[in-house]
């Protein structure tokens, strides 16, 4: 456990490090929201990161009963994927399937 603990540590602080590199090079973008892999999603990092770019919304999982900002309009997340992006259906070639 200690190891592991060390890693998601390093991964962590990696990311804040990372995300602190973008706003310093890049202050001209407005970032207003975050979108973090469920690795980097416990509340310590999700704070720090938030609080970077001025306590922004930082989520670590998509639920469908959450809103989102499209085009300057709140939608709800289930209808957005359903209406407006409903993805592109493509067929793929598994290995050895």
Do not use: P
């Not at 990311?15 to 929201?33: A, P, T």
């Not at 922004?56 to 639920?63: A, D, K, P, R």
């Amino acid at each position: 456990m200690c190891v592991k603990y060390a890693v998601d540590h390093y991964k962590q602080e990696l990311g804040l490090r990372l995300l602190k590199e973008f706003k310093e090079n890049y202050s001209e973008i407005s970032v207003k929201s975050i979108l973090a892999d469920a690795l980097y999603g416990n509340a310590k990092f999700l704070d720090k990161a938030s609080s970077l770019f001025g306590n922004i919304q930082v989520i670590s999982q998509l639920h469908k009963n959450q809103n989102i900002s499209y085009k300057g309009k709140t939608k709800n997340l289930e209808d957005y994927f359903n209406s407006i992006n409903k993805g592109v259906a493509t067929e793929i070639c598994v290995r050895g399937g």
